[in-house]
């Protein structure tokens, strides 16, 4: 502790130093706007210091005293993001303008990139507040920003996944997927890199993960699994718990024995549930009760939202409007997920709650088609529920 203490005191030593003799030499050279950035440079790092103010107004006159000085603009523009957002995003679009005057595209549109970023960021609040209005204002002026922003895209894609509109997000994503493609020189995947570990990749990553849980909303589950698997290919690691859908796309497939294979193995929780739809489905429904029962106890809110989801259809069934083991019309399904939301919205009590029902409700969405299709599920549901309300 004694030589960190030392090291400490001996840099900031040194970096007094340095101040000093910069303040000395703008003494003899005022107009020189590398001492000016320097300087700022310095002063702007010393944070809880008085010195940062003198530190921007150093960067401020290195941008006075030399029109097309890139540096202290991209410095500035960083210092101003948090508490003046739009004059950041002015300096880093008169930045941008510069570099691209120089020939430096890709410096260019990496800093407008990250301005855009900024605004994305405030988008991407708006839309977990369900403030869907505003998160569209913010997407747009994000790509007003940068038109290849690819989270942008992402934001206005997620709108439309929740309004059910999956062939517009579907035409969205492939244009954010085609963007961040295009960034990276046209190659799917680059070597080297740490797709999800770095936090540039993440966009790319959500696009490609949107656009498979769009392809099974549409039914498409071979062009599903294919994003999927790229996705794993990508990052090993799965941040994105993509592993956890295999099992479901293969059971959409009628692929019963990797469905099987994979819910196995990464079928813990809620795709305990569709685990068990499978084992029923295959005449083993002594196995698909005990694992129902102990998946029902870990997240009793599924079950409730899918008795409710799934009893609307037994009424269209009863009035003729809906065939059992048939895909539901999309108007039938939004109902019916909308009005179990609404039915089981008072039983939110607490965060956890309500990350609960909202999981539940996303269960539901992806998967009570599945139950659907399956004779008898809904009975099979009530007695492992066995008389829970």
Not at 92 to 120: C, F, H, P, T
Not at 147 to 162: C, E, Q, W
Request: hydrophobic share 35%; net charge positive; with cysteine.
């Amino acid at each position: 502790m004694k030589n960190q203490g030392n090291a400490e005191g001996s840099w900031e030593i040194a970096e007094k130093k340095k101040i000093a003799e910069l303040r000395k030499a703008l003494k003899d050279k005022p107009r020189d706007p590398y001492l000016h950035y320097e300087l700022g440079k310095l002063l702007l790092g010393r944070w809880g210091s008085k010195e940062r103010e003198w530190g921007i107004k150093h960067l401020e006159q290195a941008v006075k005293l030399k029109k097309d000085f890139t540096e202290p603009l991209e410095l500035l523009a960083n210092d101003f993001i948090e508490s003046d957002q739009k004059k950041a995003i002015r300096l880093y679009k008169k930045a941008a303008d510069l570099y691209r005057k120089q020939g430096n595209e890709k410096k260019a549109d990496e800093l407008l990139n990250s301005a855009a970023m900024w605004v994305v960021y405030d988008g991407w609040e708006f839309l977990d507040a369900g403030d869907t209005v505003m998160a569209k204002k913010k997407a747009q002026r994000a790509l007003h920003i940068y038109s290849s922003s690819v989270d942008a895209r992402n934001i206005l894609a997620s709108i439309h996944m929740g309004r059910f509109e999956f062939e517009d997000a579907e035409r969205i994503y492939k244009e954010a997927i085609a963007e961040a493609v295009s960034q990276q020189g046209g190659r799917v995947k680059l070597k080297g890199r740490s797709y999800w570990g770095e936090i540039e990749t993440r966009p790319y990553m959500r696009a490609r993960h949107g656009l498979g849980l769009c392809f099974m909303h549409l039914g498409k589950y071979k062009e599903a699994l294919g994003e999927f698997k790229t996705l794993l290919q990508l990052n090993p690691n799965d941040n994105q718990g993509i592993r956890f859908l295999l099992g479901d796309v293969y059971s959409y497939m009628k692929d019963l024995k990797n469905a099987e294979k994979y819910y196995k193995k990464y079928g813990e929780h809620q795709g305990a549930y569709n685990h068990a739809l499978l084992l029923y489905s295959k005449d083993r429904k002594k196995e698909a009760l005990k694992l129902l029962r102990r998946s029902i106890k870990e997240l009793p809110l599924f079950a409730l939202m899918l008795k409710s989801y799934l009893g609307m259809f037994n009424v269209g069934q009863e009035r003729g409007f809906y065939t059992h083991r048939q895909s539901p019309a999309l108007l039938m399904h939004r109902n019916a997920l909308v009005k179990a939301w609404n039915k089981h919205a008072a039983t939110v009590k607490d965060y956890k709650t309500k990350y609960d029902l909202e999981s539940a409700y996303d269960f539901c969405d992806l998967s009570g088609p599945l139950w659907l299709k399956e004779k008898g599920s809904y009975g099979l549901l009530l007695e492992g529920m066995g008389g829970i309300t």
